[in-house]
């Protein structure tokens, strides 16, 4: 997914550790079909298909606006990709709890290792190579690859340390952020870039990229990275195949939304806290006065990312912001999203209403790049709603056809979900 100007990308799919069946950028394909018929992996399915329409309308539609229509394009904005990095910790813990217990990981290195680190790679590759077609989104995927590498060893820890390891991180990486940008020269903008492939061609444009990657960029692992550990410690938590479970979720994820964007709310509107950002803004970004809304002006600079020239900033939860209330609000709203198509899938009824979606988030990662090609082609600039709903026709459409066609196929998962399939584990694995 891309987020900043044009956001919301597609940070979702499993984590695709070593340690587990073969999985990929942003879908939960595991390996027995009838598991996977299921009504909990359907709606998991749903839910990231639901993140895809929301990259879609953030991307080709037209600009945010509380009013009307106005009002989807909202609801999108910041969510998107952090939906999809929460899924993506999701779909890690039900992947580990199909395989079982740590005892039987694969031995050796290599065979632990080497599937993780090629995935890995072919995703930073998708992600360097879209970026350099300027399809006009910040892309996802390279930052994807980061967060699968980083998610390894936490896939090790007991339930307890890895809930507390996940609620820690909503503040730590958010603060992390904001203390260290300074250092590297990003106190009050230049935030939210993307890597390119042409920087690696130096050392020093090897450590910018580096730095992106894990701090600065549009989707750095500081700020996003708790989102997979959330998505991780509620899977483990959380058996959707228990109603009761998956009522609780949808509460529970309804409560830290309040919560979140609640607080963010009541700082800003109650408690001053938007007067004393105007002065900060007056004194530190003097240049966004002007503007209509000088707070999300001064955001939009550095692609939402927060700056680091006061407290209050971290009191936000803008879209992009990368605060702990935005991280906790959005968490929210993909926990509840989580509950509520879970609970929906279990009937037939629900089951079918929701095919399409489920169609489109099991092949996500294609869905992903052959968006980002569009857009870097025919669809450059694209801002309409007439965009939208092309964008949203043929993906649902697209993905519906190819699930029916190949119904009986590996090919089914989707072209680029197979292919990663096989470059990792090799015919018999896919």
Do not use: K
């Not at 990308?9 to 018929?37: A, E, I, L, Q, T």
């Not at 910790?89 to 039900?94: D, I, K, V, Y």
């Not at 890597?195 to 692992?221: F, H, I, K, N, Q």
């Not at 004194?283 to 503007?291: C, I, Q, R």
Request: overall charge positive; hydrophobic content about 50%; proline content about 6%.
């Amino acid at each position: 997914m891309s987020g900043g100007a044009r956001g919301g990308d597609v940070r979702s799919g499993n984590v695709p550790s070593s340690n587990f069946p073969s999985s990929n950028f942003p879908s939960s394909n595991f390996p027995s079909g009838n598991v996977r018929s299921s009504g909990r992996l359907a709606g998991v399915d749903a839910v990231r298909g639901l993140a895809v329409l929301g990259m879609f309308a953030v991307h080709v539609g037209p600009a945010p606006r509380a009013e009307g229509a106005g009002y989807l394009i909202v609801a999108a904005d910041g969510r998107a990709p952090a939906l999809f990095t929460l899924l993506a910790g999701f779909s890690l813990a039900l992947a580990q709890r199909g395989l079982g217990s740590a005892g039987e990981l694969p031995d050796g290195w290599a065979s632990r290792y080497r599937p993780l680190l090629i995935r890995c790679a072919v995703l930073a590759g998708l992600g360097l190579g879209l970026a350099a077609l300027w399809p006009g989104i910040l892309v996802i995927l390279a930052f994807f690859a980061v967060y699968f590498l980083a998610a390894e060893p936490f896939t090790r820890l007991s339930t307890p340390v890895l809930t507390a390891v996940a609620g820690v991180s909503v503040v730590a990486g958010p603060l992390l952020s904001f203390l260290l940008g300074p250092l590297f020269g990003y106190e009050a903008s230049g935030r939210g870039l993307v890597p390119e492939a042409g920087a690696l061609a130096s050392w020093d444009g090897a450590g910018r990229v580096l730095c992106e990657l894990l701090l600065t960029g549009a989707y750095p692992l500081a700020t996003y990275f708790p989102y997979v550990l959330v998505g991780l410690a509620l899977g483990r938590l959380c058996d959707l195949r228990e109603r009761s479970v998956a009522l609780r979720m949808a509460g529970w994820g309804a409560a830290a939304a309040v919560a979140g964007y609640g607080a963010a709310w009541l700082s800003t509107h109650v408690f001053g806290g938007r007067e004393r950002l105007l002065g900060v803004i007056a004194s530190s970004h003097p240049d966004a006065v002007g503007a209509a809304d000088p707070v999300r002006e001064v955001l939009g600079r550095q692609f939402g990312a927060v700056p680091s020239t006061s407290w209050e900033w971290l009191l936000l939860a803008d879209p992009y912001s990368q605060t702990p209330l935005e991280t906790l609000g959005n968490a929210g709203v993909g926990c509840a999203l989580l509950g509520l198509f879970v609970l929906a899938a279990r009937s037939r009824t629900g089951a079918r209403l929701l095919r399409p979606l489920t169609a489109l988030g099991a092949m996500a990662l294609s869905a992903y790049v052959v968006h980002a090609l569009v857009l870097a082609g025919p669809a450059n600039g694209a801002a309409s709603w007439g965009a939208v709903a092309a964008f949203a026709g043929a993906g649902l459409g697209a993905a519906w056809a190819w699930q029916r066609f190949w119904a009986d196929s590996p090919l089914r998962r989707g072209p680029l979900e197979h292919a990663l399939r096989l470059v990792t584990r090799g015919p018999a694995g896919a």
